[in-house]
Protein backbone atom coordinates (compact mmCIF):
# COMPACT_ATOMS: atom_id res chain seq x y z
CA UNK A 1 0.00 0.00 0.00
CA UNK A 2 1.42 3.52 -1.10
CA UNK A 3 1.76 6.06 1.93
CA UNK A 4 0.37 9.59 1.99
CA UNK A 5 3.13 11.64 3.94
CA UNK A 6 2.43 14.89 5.73
CA UNK A 7 5.57 16.66 6.39
CA UNK A 8 5.60 19.35 9.12
CA UNK A 9 8.61 21.65 9.36
CA UNK A 10 9.61 21.26 6.12
CA UNK A 11 11.59 24.32 4.94
CA UNK A 12 13.86 23.33 8.06
CA UNK A 13 17.25 21.49 7.42
CA UNK A 14 15.63 18.02 8.96
CA UNK A 15 12.21 19.37 6.86
CA UNK A 16 14.70 19.15 3.45
CA UNK A 17 16.26 16.39 3.83
CA UNK A 18 12.82 14.52 4.65
CA UNK A 19 11.76 15.79 0.98
CA UNK A 20 15.24 14.15 -0.32
CA UNK A 21 14.34 11.04 1.38
CA UNK A 22 10.97 10.66 0.09
CA UNK A 23 11.89 11.63 -3.50
CA UNK A 24 13.32 8.05 -3.37
CA UNK A 25 9.78 6.92 -2.52
CA UNK A 26 7.60 7.72 -6.37
CA UNK A 27 4.61 5.57 -5.72
CA UNK A 28 4.08 7.59 -2.10
CA UNK A 29 2.47 10.92 -2.56
CA UNK A 30 3.61 13.83 0.00
CA UNK A 31 2.80 16.86 1.31
CA UNK A 32 5.17 19.22 3.01
CA UNK A 33 4.77 22.26 5.25
CA UNK A 34 6.47 24.70 6.55
CA UNK A 35 5.87 28.01 8.78
CA UNK A 36 4.61 30.06 5.79
CA UNK A 37 2.23 27.11 5.25
CA UNK A 38 1.18 26.32 8.51
CA UNK A 39 0.85 28.27 11.86
CA UNK A 40 1.87 25.81 14.79
CA UNK A 41 0.08 28.38 17.10
CA UNK A 42 -3.18 28.15 15.10
CA UNK A 43 -5.18 25.12 16.66
CA UNK A 44 -7.54 25.82 14.51
CA UNK A 45 -5.44 25.75 11.12
CA UNK A 46 -3.48 22.65 12.57
CA UNK A 47 -6.31 20.41 13.06
CA UNK A 48 -7.94 21.42 9.83
CA UNK A 49 -4.86 20.84 7.89
CA UNK A 50 -4.27 17.18 8.92
CA UNK A 51 -8.01 16.40 8.74
CA UNK A 52 -8.33 17.77 5.19
CA UNK A 53 -5.07 15.53 4.62
CA UNK A 54 -6.28 12.58 6.21
CA UNK A 55 -9.41 12.56 4.33
CA UNK A 56 -7.27 12.59 0.72
CA UNK A 57 -5.18 10.19 1.80
CA UNK A 58 -8.34 7.87 2.71
CA UNK A 59 -10.20 8.36 -0.42
CA UNK A 60 -6.86 7.24 -2.15
CA UNK A 61 -6.50 4.40 -0.38
CA UNK A 62 -3.00 4.65 1.21
CA UNK A 63 -1.89 4.88 4.37
CA UNK A 64 -1.40 8.26 6.32
CA UNK A 65 2.17 9.17 8.22
CA UNK A 66 2.82 12.45 9.53
CA UNK A 67 6.44 13.60 10.69
CA UNK A 68 6.85 16.54 12.44
CA UNK A 69 9.65 18.13 12.17
CA UNK A 70 8.24 21.55 13.06
CA UNK A 71 9.46 23.06 16.57
CA UNK A 72 10.91 26.15 18.13
CA UNK A 73 14.07 25.70 18.33
CA UNK A 74 15.53 28.92 19.29
CA UNK A 75 17.12 27.76 22.51
CA UNK A 76 17.94 30.88 24.22
CA UNK A 77 15.01 32.91 22.96
CA UNK A 78 12.51 30.15 24.31
CA UNK A 79 14.03 31.46 27.92
CA UNK A 80 11.82 34.74 27.03
CA UNK A 81 9.53 33.52 24.61
CA UNK A 82 8.52 30.17 26.84
CA UNK A 83 4.90 30.95 26.32
CA UNK A 84 5.22 30.50 22.45
CA UNK A 85 7.44 27.90 22.52
CA UNK A 86 5.05 26.22 24.59
CA UNK A 87 2.52 26.29 22.47
CA UNK A 88 5.15 24.93 19.19
CA UNK A 89 6.72 22.37 21.14
CA UNK A 90 4.35 21.42 24.02
CA UNK A 91 0.49 21.47 21.96
CA UNK A 92 0.90 21.21 18.21
CA UNK A 93 1.90 17.91 18.70
CA UNK A 94 -1.08 17.06 20.70
CA UNK A 95 -3.38 18.77 18.23
CA UNK A 96 -1.53 16.50 15.56
CA UNK A 97 -1.92 13.11 17.77
CA UNK A 98 -5.07 13.81 18.32
CA UNK A 99 -6.35 14.33 15.08
CA UNK A 100 -4.44 11.14 14.05
CA UNK A 101 -5.44 8.96 16.59
CA UNK A 102 -9.52 10.38 16.04
CA UNK A 103 -9.97 9.88 12.77
CA UNK A 104 -12.98 8.25 11.28
CA UNK A 105 -11.13 6.23 8.90
CA UNK A 106 -8.56 4.61 10.99
CA UNK A 107 -5.59 5.91 13.02
CA UNK A 108 -2.86 7.48 11.20
CA UNK A 109 0.96 7.45 12.11
CA UNK A 110 2.67 9.87 14.25
CA UNK A 111 6.66 10.44 13.85
CA UNK A 112 7.50 13.34 16.42
CA UNK A 113 10.86 14.63 17.22
CA UNK A 114 12.15 15.33 20.32
CA UNK A 115 15.25 16.05 21.91
CA UNK A 116 18.34 15.09 24.53
CA UNK A 117 17.27 18.64 26.39
CA UNK A 118 14.35 16.64 28.12
CA UNK A 119 17.11 15.27 30.26
CA UNK A 120 19.21 17.14 32.90
CA UNK A 121 22.62 16.51 31.26
CA UNK A 122 24.26 15.56 34.22
CA UNK A 123 24.11 11.50 33.41
CA UNK A 124 27.84 9.62 32.78
CA UNK A 125 26.37 6.80 30.60
CA UNK A 126 24.12 7.01 27.71
CA UNK A 127 20.70 7.88 28.19
CA UNK A 128 18.01 5.27 27.79
CA UNK A 129 14.33 5.98 26.04
CA UNK A 130 13.10 5.28 29.82
CA UNK A 131 15.79 7.23 31.61
CA UNK A 132 13.54 10.01 33.35
CA UNK A 133 13.40 13.32 32.10
CA UNK A 134 14.18 16.52 34.01
CA UNK A 135 14.67 19.13 31.52
CA UNK A 136 16.96 22.58 32.81
CA UNK A 137 15.64 24.97 30.12
CA UNK A 138 12.89 26.49 28.50
CA UNK A 139 13.50 24.45 25.55
CA UNK A 140 13.61 20.96 27.46
CA UNK A 141 10.16 21.76 29.42
CA UNK A 142 8.05 22.83 26.47
CA UNK A 143 9.73 19.59 24.46
CA UNK A 144 9.05 17.28 27.40
CA UNK A 145 5.71 18.87 27.07
CA UNK A 146 5.69 17.71 23.49
CA UNK A 147 6.07 14.20 24.10
CA UNK A 148 3.52 13.87 27.11
CA UNK A 149 0.41 15.51 24.92
CA UNK A 150 1.71 12.78 22.05
CA UNK A 151 1.53 9.81 24.25
CA UNK A 152 -1.68 11.25 25.72
CA UNK A 153 -3.44 11.23 22.24
CA UNK A 154 -3.67 7.64 22.42
CA UNK A 155 -2.80 7.15 19.03
CA UNK A 156 -0.28 5.20 16.72
CA UNK A 157 2.67 7.56 17.35
CA UNK A 158 6.92 7.58 17.87
CA UNK A 159 8.84 10.04 19.64
CA UNK A 160 12.37 10.19 18.05
CA UNK A 161 14.43 11.89 19.83
CA UNK A 162 17.89 13.06 18.75
CA UNK A 163 20.65 15.55 19.55
CA UNK A 164 23.75 17.67 17.81
CA UNK A 165 22.05 17.76 14.34
CA UNK A 166 23.58 19.48 11.38
CA UNK A 167 22.88 19.43 7.42
CA UNK A 168 23.12 20.83 4.56
CA UNK A 169 20.23 23.79 5.07
CA UNK A 170 19.79 26.14 7.83
CA UNK A 171 22.64 27.05 10.53
CA UNK A 172 24.55 24.58 12.36
CA UNK A 173 27.28 24.13 14.74
CA UNK A 174 29.30 22.73 11.30
CA UNK A 175 28.60 24.78 8.77
CA UNK A 176 29.72 27.64 11.24
CA UNK A 177 33.27 25.72 12.10
CA UNK A 178 33.72 25.66 8.00
CA UNK A 179 32.54 29.91 7.50
CA UNK A 180 35.37 30.33 10.84
CA UNK A 181 37.92 27.83 9.56
CA UNK A 182 38.31 30.22 6.21
CA UNK A 183 37.82 33.58 8.68
CA UNK A 184 40.12 33.00 11.36
CA UNK A 185 43.44 31.47 13.06
CA UNK A 186 41.99 29.76 15.28
CA UNK A 187 38.99 29.62 17.10
CA UNK A 188 37.68 28.33 20.92
CA UNK A 189 35.38 26.19 21.17
CA UNK A 190 34.01 24.36 24.54
CA UNK A 191 35.04 20.96 25.45
CA UNK A 192 33.43 20.01 28.16
CA UNK A 193 29.65 19.16 26.58
CA UNK A 194 30.01 15.84 25.05
CA UNK A 195 27.36 14.14 22.62
CA UNK A 196 26.60 12.36 19.35
CA UNK A 197 26.77 14.42 16.20
CA UNK A 198 24.06 13.32 13.67
CA UNK A 199 23.66 14.05 9.98
CA UNK A 200 20.03 15.23 9.08
CA UNK A 201 20.10 12.97 6.18
CA UNK A 202 20.88 9.87 8.55
CA UNK A 203 18.01 11.14 10.47
CA UNK A 204 15.58 11.89 7.80
CA UNK A 205 16.58 8.07 6.04
CA UNK A 206 15.36 6.57 9.59
CA UNK A 207 12.60 8.36 10.06
CA UNK A 208 10.93 7.60 6.93
CA UNK A 209 12.32 3.99 7.74
CA UNK A 210 10.12 3.75 11.04
CA UNK A 211 7.08 5.56 9.19
CA UNK A 212 6.91 3.48 6.57
CA UNK A 213 7.55 0.03 8.13
CA UNK A 214 4.37 -2.08 8.48
CA UNK A 215 4.79 -2.68 12.34
CA UNK A 216 3.14 -0.12 15.17
CA UNK A 217 6.66 2.02 15.90
CA UNK A 218 7.78 1.63 19.65
CA UNK A 219 6.38 5.08 21.56
CA UNK A 220 10.10 6.57 22.51
CA UNK A 221 13.22 5.63 20.80
CA UNK A 222 16.45 7.19 19.98
CA UNK A 223 18.19 8.25 16.97
CA UNK A 224 21.81 9.67 16.74
CA UNK A 225 24.81 9.00 14.82
CA UNK A 226 26.85 6.34 16.88
CA UNK A 227 29.57 7.19 19.34
CA UNK A 228 30.50 10.71 21.16
CA UNK A 229 32.47 13.67 21.18
CA UNK A 230 32.64 16.87 22.93
CA UNK A 231 32.25 20.48 20.52
CA UNK A 232 35.79 20.94 20.41
CA UNK A 233 36.27 17.40 19.50
CA UNK A 234 33.29 17.68 16.87
CA UNK A 235 35.15 21.09 15.62
CA UNK A 236 38.47 19.41 14.79
CA UNK A 237 37.08 16.86 12.68
CA UNK A 238 35.16 19.22 10.75
CA UNK A 239 38.66 20.87 10.41
CA UNK A 240 40.75 17.93 9.24
CA UNK A 241 37.64 17.05 6.66
CA UNK A 242 38.20 20.90 5.67
CA UNK A 243 42.22 19.63 5.12
CA UNK A 244 42.96 22.02 7.88
CA UNK A 245 45.22 22.05 10.76
CA UNK A 246 43.15 20.37 13.82
CA UNK A 247 45.51 22.06 16.41
CA UNK A 248 43.53 25.77 15.35
CA UNK A 249 40.33 24.76 17.60
CA UNK A 250 41.41 25.52 21.05
CA UNK A 251 39.76 24.21 23.37
CA UNK A 252 37.92 26.28 26.39
CA UNK A 253 34.94 25.81 29.10
CA UNK A 254 30.93 26.31 29.17
CA UNK A 255 31.60 28.97 31.78
CA UNK A 256 33.70 30.90 29.42
CA UNK A 257 30.28 31.57 27.05
CA UNK A 258 27.76 32.24 28.96
CA UNK A 259 24.50 32.06 27.24
CA UNK A 260 20.72 32.63 28.94
CA UNK A 261 19.48 28.82 28.61
CA UNK A 262 22.23 26.14 30.24
CA UNK A 263 23.55 23.26 28.17
CA UNK A 264 23.68 19.89 29.02
CA UNK A 265 26.67 18.61 29.84
CA UNK A 266 26.41 15.24 28.25
CA UNK A 267 23.65 14.68 25.35
CA UNK A 268 24.72 11.23 24.44
CA UNK A 269 21.40 9.19 23.66
CA UNK A 270 21.33 5.41 23.88
CA UNK A 271 19.99 3.83 20.39
CA UNK A 272 19.34 0.44 21.64
CA UNK A 273 15.99 0.79 21.51
CA UNK A 274 16.09 2.01 17.82
CA UNK A 275 18.37 -1.30 16.79
CA UNK A 276 16.33 -3.75 18.89
CA UNK A 277 13.03 -2.45 16.62
CA UNK A 278 14.58 -3.66 13.84
CA UNK A 279 15.10 -0.84 12.07
CA UNK A 280 18.76 0.15 10.77
CA UNK A 281 21.64 1.03 12.80
CA UNK A 282 23.36 4.25 12.89
CA UNK A 283 26.91 4.58 11.37
CA UNK A 284 29.15 6.34 13.28
CA UNK A 285 29.09 9.87 13.74
CA UNK A 286 32.68 10.63 12.29
CA UNK A 287 31.89 8.38 9.44
CA UNK A 288 28.37 10.47 8.84
CA UNK A 289 30.85 13.50 8.72
CA UNK A 290 33.01 12.20 6.21
CA UNK A 291 30.18 11.60 3.51
CA UNK A 292 28.43 14.76 4.50
CA UNK A 293 31.58 17.22 4.13
CA UNK A 294 32.39 15.48 0.94
CA UNK A 295 28.83 16.29 -0.70
CA UNK A 296 29.69 19.70 -0.10
CA UNK A 297 28.83 22.08 2.50
CA UNK A 298 30.25 25.59 2.26
CA UNK A 299 27.72 28.18 0.66
Request: some cysteine; proline content about 6%; charged content about 20%.
Amino acid sequence: MSIDWLITGARGQLGHDLLEVLRGRPEDSVTAVGRAELDLTDETAVRATVREWLSAAQAAGSRAVLVNAAAYTAVDAAEEDEATAQVVNGAAPGWLAEELAGHPGGPGRLVHVSTDYVFDGTASQPYRVDSPIAPRSAYGRTKAAGEQAVAAAGGESAVVRTAWVYGRHGANFVRTMLRLEAERDTVSVVDDQVGSPTWSADLAAGLVELGARDEAPPPVLHYTNAGQVSWCGLARAVFEEAGADPARVLPTTTDAFPRPAPRPAYSVLDGSAWNEAGLTPARPWRDALTVALSEGFRE
